[in-house]
């Protein structure tokens, strides 16, 4: 006898389905994909099977057939909030953030009180920078549920906009909730420490590591609090623990700065043999300071030669005569609530705090969008340069940070390094005129700073004399500084980061 074709609307029988379920249920994510694989073939109309396959791909970091079997529960049942919730998640983790942001928006639709959605959508559009429209989202979901971790969010995105005032209460209120919040007390002693308030800044990062010993962050923070006060020793066995972003830089810097060379050789020489890219800016400036002070080769080939990749121009909305858009962003300085940040080396003058090119003025990210295409010119001006500098130039053009800085008569910035950048620069929107000395307000760029400690004096440097409307870009390498002023003048520029490829975004998830 013939078998009869199973129905396209057949469900399979309780039987069947326990397995799945219990291997679902117990956790045991890999058998019961494999399990729920061979019903969904014979019963392709059964919504649970999806569901559990989306749900097991996802803990078992499948997210591409995560998306794939989510997408295939909506169709039987598109009315699912949770699957398009978790949908969203899964798009995010395939770098698929327009879908993700409209699968958030459907799961709100189906359910206005979901706060887990509305709070998830606040990290993706922070993650893009869209920190107003981030920041409605987190304010949506503590209206609904308050809780530490939408707290602490909306203290990140804070902290972005340059609102330390604002950032500090959600971090004190997440705190508040929840006592035991190591990252928001990390995150707190971070914004204490933008405004100059190194005493409770060292007291929250001391909770943290009473909290956690071991605390990435915290460790890091300790680390360069612990270098600034010179205690270079202390710092490193700060740094080793944290093994964070640019840890084995900042611990090899202290060696240097402790006159330890033997060690500092030995270690840089194993970075050199062991590390497949030379792509670390600030070991590129520790090496190359090493070599110029003991007359030894550079061996660490991220930009050797980094005054050859000193790059200026003009950008032309600024230069041209009576620049609408340079008043719109001087009268946006002028008139935006935005903190100013602590900052030890700016003399006679002030610094913003938070990202500038993420905050809503049209102006500040116009100016954004040009500094990119000015990155695009810079990469095609020296493409084909036989260093990481070139070789390994990020594809994704983002700001790891950008400020403004503010100088007035006798100001300047003093010489240093932009530790986390690749390419960093400046956009220039005035500029002293009456000047005793040409130089005056000058940026001048070179191989020594920071008080390194030096065998001689032959370090040399490099001059570069900007207009109004100019930007100069260059290798975060390179050490750097503003030549102090003596008119009764303003000196006002934007200055910025480019992000190396992998920095970390730092939020909670729901």
């Given at each position: 006898?013939?078998?009869?074709?199973?129905?396209?609307?057949?469900?399979?029988?309780?039987?069947?389905?326990?397995?799945?379920?219990?291997?679902?249920?117990?956790?045991?994510?890999?058998?019961?994909?494999?399990a729920?694989?061979?019903?969904?073939?014979?019963?392709?109309?059964?919504?649970?099977?999806?569901?559990?396959?989306?749900?097991?791909?996802?803990?078992?970091?499948?997210?591409?057939?995560?998306?794939?079997?989510y997408?295939?529960?909506?169709a039987?049942?598109?009315?699912?909030?949770?699957?398009?919730?978790?949908?969203?998640?899964?798009?995010?983790?395939i770098?698929?953030?327009?879908?993700?942001?409209?699968?958030?928006?459907?799961?709100?639709?189906?359910?206005?009180?979901?706060?887990?959605?509305?709070?998830?959508?606040?990290?993706?559009?922070?993650?893009?920078?869209?920190?107003?429209?981030?920041?409605?989202?987190?304010?949506?979901?503590?209206?609904?549920?308050?809780?530490?971790?939408?707290?602490?969010?909306?203290?990140?995105?804070?902290?972005?906009?340059?609102?330390?005032?604002?950032?500090?209460?959600?971090?004190?209120?997440?705190?508040?909730?929840?006592?035991?919040?190591?990252d928001?007390?990390?995150?707190?002693?971070?914004?204490?420490?933008?405004?100059?308030?190194?005493?409770?800044?060292?007291?929250?990062?001391?909770?943290?590591?009473?909290?956690?010993?071991?605390?990435?962050?915290?460790?890091y923070?300790?680390?360069?609090f612990?270098?600034?006060?010179?205690?270079?020793?202390?710092?490193?066995?700060?740094?080793?623990?944290?093994?964070?972003?640019?840890?084995?830089?900042?611990?090899?810097?202290?060696?240097?700065?402790?006159?330890?060379f033997?060690?500092?050789?030995?270690?840089?020489?194993?970075?050199?043999?062991?590390?497949?890219?030379?792509?670390?800016?600030?070991?590129?400036?520790?090496?190359?300071?090493?070599?110029?002070?003991?007359?030894?080769?550079?061996?660490?080939?991220?930009c050797?030669?980094?005054?050859?990749?000193?790059?200026?121009?003009?950008?032309?909305?600024?230069?041209?005569?009576?620049?609408?858009?340079l008043?719109?962003?001087?009268?946006?300085?002028?008139?935006?609530?935005?903190?100013?940040?602590?900052?030890?080396?700016?003399?006679?003058?002030?610094?913003?705090?938070?990202?500038?090119?993420?905050?809503?003025?049209?102006?500040?990210?116009?100016?954004?969008?040009?500094?990119?295409?000015?990155?695009?010119?810079?990469?095609?001006?020296?493409?084909?340069?036989?260093?990481?500098?070139?070789?390994?130039?990020?594809?994704?053009?983002?700001?790891t940070?950008?400020?403004?800085?503010?100088?007035?008569?006798?100001?300047?910035?003093?010489?240093?390094?932009?530790?986390?950048?690749?390419?960093?620069?400046?956009?220039?929107?005035?500029l002293?005129?009456?000047?005793?000395?040409?130089?005056?307000?000058?940026?001048?760029?070179?191989?020594?700073?920071?008080?390194?400690?030096?065998?001689?004096?032959?370090?040399?440097?490099?001059?570069?004399?900007?207009?109004?409307?100019?930007?100069?870009?260059?290798?975060?390498?390179?050490?750097?500084?503003?030549?102090p002023?003596?008119?009764?003048?303003?000196?006002i520029?934007?200055?910025?980061?480019?992000?190396?490829?992998?920095?970390?975004?730092?939020?909670?998830?729901?």
């Amino acid at each position: 006898m013939a078998k009869q074709p199973q129905s396209f609307d057949q469900q399979p029988s309780q039987l069947e389905m326990q397995p799945v379920l219990q291997w679902f249920n117990s956790g045991k994510l890999a058998e019961a994909e494999h399990a729920a694989q061979k019903l969904v073939s014979r019963y392709p109309n059964t919504f649970i099977l999806y569901q559990i396959l989306g749900i097991a791909q996802d803990g078992l970091s499948k997210f591409d057939a995560a998306v794939a079997s989510y997408t295939k529960a909506l169709a039987l049942q598109p009315n699912t909030p949770d699957l398009h919730f978790n949908l969203g998640i899964a798009l995010t983790n395939i770098g698929q953030l327009e879908q993700a942001a409209n699968s958030y928006h459907k799961a709100i639709a189906l359910n206005p009180k979901f706060f887990e959605a509305y709070a998830n959508l606040g990290t993706l559009l922070q993650k893009q920078g869209m920190l107003e429209e981030a920041i409605k989202n987190y304010r949506a979901a503590l209206s609904i549920h308050a809780d530490p971790r939408g707290h602490f969010n909306l203290g990140t995105a804070l902290r972005d906009e340059g609102k330390l005032d604002a950032a500090i209460t959600h971090f004190k209120s997440a705190i508040a909730m929840f006592p035991n919040y190591a990252d928001a007390h990390n995150y707190l002693g971070e914004c204490l420490r933008d405004q100059g308030n190194m005493e409770d800044a060292i007291k929250s990062y001391l909770d943290t590591l009473k909290l956690n010993p071991n605390h990435a962050g915290a460790n890091y923070n300790m680390g360069e609090f612990l270098y600034l006060a010179g205690r270079f020793d202390e710092a490193v066995t700060h740094f080793e623990r944290s093994k964070l972003d640019d840890w084995e830089e900042r611990a090899l810097y202290c060696t240097y700065k402790a006159e330890h060379f033997d060690t500092f050789k030995t270690k840089l020489d194993e970075i050199v043999r062991t590390h497949k890219k030379h792509d670390a800016p600030f070991l590129a400036t520790l090496s190359t300071h090493y070599a110029t002070n003991f007359g030894v080769e550079d061996t660490y080939n991220f930009c050797k030669n980094g005054f050859d990749f000193v790059y200026q121009h003009s950008i032309r909305e600024l230069a041209e005569p009576n620049s609408q858009f340079l008043q719109d962003l001087l009268n946006d300085i002028d008139n935006t609530a935005i903190e100013v940040r602590a900052q030890g080396m700016i003399i006679n003058g002030k610094q913003s705090a938070g990202n500038l090119f993420k905050r809503p003025e049209a102006s500040f990210r116009k100016l954004g969008e040009l500094v990119k295409q000015e990155f695009i010119n810079y990469k095609n001006r020296f493409a084909g340069a036989d260093c990481e500098l070139m070789k390994s130039f990020p594809q994704e053009l983002e700001f790891t940070s950008s400020w403004y800085v503010r100088l007035r008569r006798g100001g300047f910035v003093d010489r240093h390094i932009h530790e986390v950048g690749w390419i960093s620069g400046a956009v220039y929107l005035v500029l002293p005129k009456d000047k005793q000395d040409p130089l005056e307000g000058c940026f001048e760029y070179g191989l020594h700073g920071d008080n390194y400690p030096q065998k001689h004096n032959n370090f040399p440097v490099g001059i570069a004399t900007p207009s109004v409307g100019d930007i100069v870009l260059f290798p975060s390498s390179l050490f750097h500084r503003t030549i102090p002023f003596n008119s009764n003048e303003e000196r006002i520029c934007i200055a910025f980061d480019l992000k190396p490829e992998g920095d970390i975004f730092r939020h909670s998830n729901y």
